[in-house]
C-alpha cells in the first residue's frame, strides 16, 4: 500500500471524487472488508463561521435520522484536530440528470425511480426531516440501477416544530422550488418536496423541465401559476399524477400517501427492504459505525468496556460536535442519549435491564457491554428497537450511548426522556444536555 493514505488504520483513501467550497470527497476502501466507500473531508480551518459548523453538523445528525435502502447511508465520522471525515456508501452509478440529459426515459424505468424517490422522501418526512433540495443532481445510481438520494445539506428537520409552524428559508435550485418557497411567506418543507417530486417526474418522462423561460422572473411566473403543458407521449395516467403534484396550492397538493394510492404509481411497486425490526435482530450486535465516541481504533475485553482516549471524548463532546443546539426550535430541546456515570459498568448494565424488563422489553446481551432492547409492540414506525452502549472513560468514570436502530424517532425520544432519564437517576452524574459535556447521536 505503498504511496497509499491509511486514515484510522481503517481507510485506505484513493482519488479525488469531487470537490466543494470547504471540502473533498475521495474514493476510500475499508481494510477489513475491502468495501468501497466514499470519504468526505472537511477542513476546520475552512469552516469560518459557527454557523457554517452548523450546516456540517446539522447534515451528518440528518443523516444518521433517515437510513434507507434509497438514501445514501453515513457509516462513520471520524475527527482530527484539524480536519472532519465523514465516511459514506460509496455509490458508483453517477447522477441521474447524466442518464436524463442524453433524452427522456421510458415511462416504466421513469415510474421505477419515481417509486424510489417517493419511498426515500415518506421516510425522510416519517423521521421529521424535509429535504428541500429535490433534483436529478441529488440523485445518484448504484450498480444495480437503483436510485439514491444525497445531499442533505439543505435539509431541515420539522418534526419537533409546533403544529402549523412555517419554514421561511428560501433555498433549492429555482426550476424545482415550490411557488410557496418563492412567496418568502412560510412553507411546509414536506408539502414543497412533492411539488418537486412532481418537477422530477416531469423532467424524467419529458427530458426537460416543466418550467422554462430565459428570464428568470418568467419562469417563477409560471411556478406561481403551475403553468405548463404535457407533450404528447405522455400517458393519460402520468398527466393525472402530475397534474396533482405540480398544483400550486400546497394545502390542495396531493400527499404521499394519496400518490401511494395511485394505480399508475403502484404498477410494478414493491415495497423496499427497509429496517424492519424483528426478534431475531436482538442477536445481532455488530459494531455500530455511527457512534460519535469513534475515532481510532480502541481496544476491548471480556472484562471491562471499551476505553475511550482524552481525545475522542474531548471530540466527541465538544460544542463543535454537539448536534443538540441544532435541535432547539422556539424553546423546543430534543431529549438527550448519553450520560456519564461513576458506578461500574456491570452496575448500570443491571439497571438498565431492570427499566427494560419493566417495560417488558425483549433483551440481549452482546459483548463488550452492550446491550439491544426491543419494544414489546409496534410503535409508528415499527417496534422499537434501542442499544445501549457503555465505555469507559477513566478509571471512575463511564460513558452510557442510547441509540436508536430502528422505530420511530419520537418514541426513541420520548423512551429517554420520560423512562431512561428518571429511572437511572441515582447512577447518572451528568445527562447529556446538562453543561458542556453533551453530545446526540440520532
Given at each position: 500500500?505503498?504511496?497509499?493514505?491509511?486514515?484510522?488504520?481503517?481507510?485506505?483513501?484513493?482519488?479525488?471524487?469531487?470537490?466543494?467550497?470547504?471540502?473533498?470527497?475521495?474514493?476510500?476502501?475499508?481494510?477489513?472488508?475491502?468495501?468501497?466507500?466514499?470519504?468526505?473531508?472537511?477542513?476546520?480551518?475552512?469552516?469560518?463561521?459557527?454557523?457554517?459548523?452548523?450546516?456540517?453538523?446539522?447534515?451528518?445528525?440528518?443523516?444518521?435520522?433517515?437510513?434507507?435502502?434509497?438514501?445514501?447511508?453515513?457509516?462513520?465520522?471520524?475527527?482530527?484536530?484539524?480536519?472532519?471525515?465523514?465516511?459514506?456508501?460509496?455509490?458508483?452509478?453517477?447522477?441521474?440528470?447524466?442518464?436524463?440529459?442524453?433524452?427522456?426515459?421510458?415511462?416504466?424505468?421513469?415510474?421505477?425511480?419515481?417509486?424510489?424517490?417517493?419511498?426515500?422522501?415518506?421516510?425522510?418526512?416519517?423521521?421529521?426531516?424535509?429535504?428541500?433540495?429535490?433534483?436529478?443532481?441529488?440523485?445518484?445510481?448504484?450498480?444495480?440501477?437503483?436510485?439514491?438520494?444525497?445531499?442533505?445539506?439543505?435539509?431541515?428537520?420539522?418534526?419537533?416544530?409546533?403544529?402549523?409552524?412555517?419554514?421561511?428559508?428560501?433555498?433549492?435550485?429555482?426550476?424545482?422550488?415550490?411557488?410557496?418557497?418563492?412567496?418568502?411567506?412560510?412553507?411546509?418543507?414536506?408539502?414543497?418536496?412533492?411539488?418537486?417530486?412532481?418537477?422530477?417526474?416531469?423532467?424524467?418522462?419529458?427530458?426537460?423541465?416543466?418550467?422554462?423561460?430565459?428570464?428568470?422572473?418568467?419562469?417563477?411566473?409560471?411556478?406561481?401559476?403551475?403553468?405548463?403543458?404535457?407533450?404528447?407521449?405522455?400517458?393519460?395516467?402520468?398527466?393525472?399524477?402530475?397534474?396533482?403534484?405540480?398544483?400550486?396550492?400546497?394545502?390542495?397538493?396531493?400527499?404521499?400517501?394519496?400518490?401511494?394510492?395511485?394505480?399508475?404509481?403502484?404498477?410494478?411497486?414493491?415495497?423496499?427492504?427497509?429496517?424492519?425490526?424483528?426478534?431475531?435482530?436482538?442477536?445481532?450486535?455488530?459494531?455500530?459505525?455511527?457512534?460519535?465516541?469513534?475515532?481510532?481504533?480502541?481496544?476491548?475485553?471480556?472484562?471491562?468496556?471499551?476505553?475511550?482516549?482524552?481525545?475522542?471524548?474531548?471530540?466527541s463532546m465538544s460544542t463543535g460536535f454537539d448536534l443538540s443546539s441544532l435541535f432547539e426550535i422556539k424553546g423546543i430541546k430534543a431529549g438527550g442519549s448519553m450520560f456519564t456515570s461513576r458506578c461500574s459498568a456491570n452496575v448500570i448494565i443491571t439497571k438498565i435491564e431492570k427499566v427494560a424488563k419493566r417495560l417488558n422489553f425483549k433483551i440481549a446481551k452482546g459483548k463488550d457491554f452492550t446491550l439491544r432492547l426491543l419494544a414489546p409492540s409496534e410503535g409508528r414506525k415499527g417496534r422499537l428497537l434501542v442499544t445501549a452502549e457503555v465505555f469507559k472513560v477513566a478509571p471512575e468514570v463511564a460513558v452510557v450511548?442510547?441509540?436508536?436502530?430502528?422505530?420511530?424517532?419520537?418514541?426513541?425520544?420520548?423512551?429517554?426522556?420520560?423512562?431512561?432519564?428518571?429511572?437511572?437517576?441515582?447512577?447518572?452524574?451528568?445527562?447529556?444536555?446538562?453543561?458542556?459535556?453533551?453530545?446526540?447521536?440520532?
Amino acid at each position: 500500500m505503498e504511496g497509499k493514505k491509511i486514515l484510522f488504520e481503517k481507510y485506505e483513501m484513493g482519488k479525488v471524487l469531487g470537490r466543494g467550497t470547504f471540502a473533498k470527497v475521495y474514493h476510500g476502501k475499508e481494510l477489513a472488508t475491502e468495501e468501497n466507500v466514499a470519504i468526505k473531508v472537511i477542513n476546520k480551518d475552512q469552516v469560518k463561521t459557527e454557523e457554517m459548523m452548523k450546516l456540517i453538523t446539522r447534515e451528518i445528525s440528518i443523516m444518521r435520522l433517515v437510513r434507507h435502502p434509497n438514501i445514501v447511508q453515513i457509516k462513520e465520522v471520524m475527527a482530527t484536530k484539524v480536519k472532519i471525515y465523514i465516511v459514506m456508501e460509496y455509490v458508483k452509478g453517477g447522477e441521474l440528470f447524466a442518464k436524463v440529459s442524453k433524452g427522456r426515459l421510458r415511462e416504466d424505468v421513469a415510474r421505477k425511480y419515481f417509486q424510489q424517490l417517493i419511498s426515500a422522501v415518506d421516510f425522510c418526512h416519517s423521521r421529521g426531516v424535509a429535504h428541500r433540495d429535490l433534483k436529478p443532481e441529488n440523485l445518484l445510481l448504484d450498480d444495480n440501477g437503483e436510485l439514491k438520494v444525497t445531499d442533505f445539506g439543505l435539509s431541515a428537520l420539522t418534526e419537533l416544530q409546533h403544529d402549523g409552524q412555517l419554514l421561511h428559508t428560501q433555498c433549492g435550485t429555482p426550476a424545482y422550488i415550490a411557488p410557496e418557497v418563492l412567496r418568502k411567506k412560510g412553507y411546509d418543507g414536506k408539502k414543497a418536496d412533492i411539488w418537486s417530486c412532481g418537477v422530477i417526474l416531469y423532467v424524467l418522462l419529458a427530458g426537460f423541465l416543466p418550467f422554462q423561460h430565459e428570464n428568470v422572473l418568467n419562469m417563477y411566473r409560471k411556478i406561481f401559476k403551475a403553468e405548463y403543458s404535457f407533450p404528447n407521449w405522455f400517458s393519460l395516467e402520468a398527466k393525472r399524477l402530475i397534474s396533482r403534484l405540480l398544483v400550486a396550492d400546497p394545502q390542495r397538493r396531493i400527499t404521499i400517501p394519496a400518490i401511494m394510492r395511485v394505480p399508475w404509481f403502484k404498477k410494478n411497486y414493491t415495497l423496499p427492504h427497509t429496517f424492519s425490526v424483528h426478534e431475531s435482530m436482538l442477536g445481532s450486535f455488530e459494531e455500530d459505525q455511527d457512534s460519535p465516541l469513534r475515532g481510532s481504533p480502541m481496544k476491548k475485553s471480556p472484562s471491562s468496556p471499551a476505553l475511550l482516549n482524552a481525545f475522542q471524548l474531548i471530540s466527541s463532546m465538544s460544542t463543535g460536535f454537539d448536534l443538540s443546539s441544532l435541535f432547539e426550535i422556539k424553546g423546543i430541546k430534543a431529549g438527550g442519549s448519553m450520560f456519564t456515570s461513576r458506578c461500574s459498568a456491570n452496575v448500570i448494565i443491571t439497571k438498565i435491564e431492570k427499566v427494560a424488563k419493566r417495560l417488558n422489553f425483549k433483551i440481549a446481551k452482546g459483548k463488550d457491554f452492550t446491550l439491544r432492547l426491543l419494544a414489546p409492540s409496534e410503535g409508528r414506525k415499527g417496534r422499537l428497537l434501542v442499544t445501549a452502549e457503555v465505555f469507559k472513560v477513566a478509571p471512575e468514570v463511564a460513558v452510557v450511548e442510547f441509540s436508536k436502530s430502528s422505530g420511530d424517532t419520537l418514541e426513541y425520544k420520548k423512551f429517554c426522556e420520560e423512562e431512561i432519564r428518571p429511572s437511572l437517576q441515582d447512577i447518572i452524574w451528568t445527562w447529556q444536555g446538562d453543561d458542556a459535556c453533551t453530545n446526540q447521536k440520532y
